[in-house]
């Protein structure tokens, strides 16, 4: 947009949520910067990202003084803002309102049980030292599973997406959770064709944008299957 700088984002390619905020900026070609915050040196905690978002959280969207702190807010804002295509995030109501009922039941199903499933197979033993419970895993894989059945009987159904015929946000935010398992070599789609061709159909439509920002998936992955 002429007139407009380009947007900063705070991102670390580990987060889940900042991924979908770099695939969906650059397949739309919005001009934008990336300032890396690494989690894992405690780089949210300093004085200067802290003024920035209080919340010490990634991703985080800086847009000509206008700072905004949740993936799902900063997803829809750049829809909005920026001249994307319809299918992201539509205009129409209903078809709206079908992006905003996914979104609004993703963060407590698609986004925490695959998270867990990552906490206990991949950062407490990888990164923490800790050793992997087995209940515990078990448990999350469990949950898991019953969002995985959600995502198939609920959403995609019998159409090629979660909201319909198109790619949207809500596809954006649920491959890039689905995609973090994959850390530890495990495909947590293995066993569901339906979802299977779900991703592929994902990946096909994001392109090159997909594999550049989940390139730091698949190295954890070379290097935890390398250790088996």
């Known amino acids: 947009m002429a007139g407009r700088q380009a947007v900063k984002a705070y991102l670390d390619l ?5 991924r979908a905020v770099l695939i969906f900026l650059k397949n739309n ?15 949210q905690k300093t004085p200067e990202f802290t003024k920035l978002n209080p919340m010490q959280k990634v991703p985080v969207l800086e847009d000509n003084g206008f700072v905004l702190t949740e993936s799902d807010a900063i997803l829809k804002y750049l829809a909005t803002v920026y001249n994307v295509p319809d299918h992201w995030y539509p205009k129409l109501p209903e078809k709206r309102a079908r992006v ?15 998270s867990t499933v990552f906490l206990h197979e991949v950062l407490f033993p990888l990164m923490m ?16 599973d019953g969002t995985l059945d959600k995502l198939e009987n609920m959403f995609l159904k019998r159409q090629a997406f979660l ?7 809500a596809d954006l935010l649920a491959v890039c959770e689905l995609m973090q398992p994959l850390s530890s070599g495990r495909d947590i789609l ?13 990946q096909s439509a994001l392109s090159d ?6 390139a730091i998936v698949y190295r954890l992955r070379d290097k935890f299957t390398a250790k088996l």
């Open 14 to 18: 580990m987060s889940q949520p900042c």
């Open 29 to 43: 070609k919005i001009p934008h910067t990336v300032e890396h915050i690494a989690i894992r040196k405690g780089q």
């Open 100 to 114: 905003d009922e996914y979104t609004a039941w993703h963060h407590a199903n698609t986004r925490l049980h695959s």
């Open 129 to 144: 030292g800790q050793p992997t419970n087995p209940a515990k895993l078990e448990k999350a894989l469990s949950d898991l």
């Open 163 to 169: 909201c319909g015929e198109d790619i949207s946000l």
């Open 190 to 202: 293995k066993n569901r064709p339906k979802l299977l061709i779900w991703r592929s159909r994902v």
């Open 209 to 214: 944008s997909f594999d550049e920002a989940h």
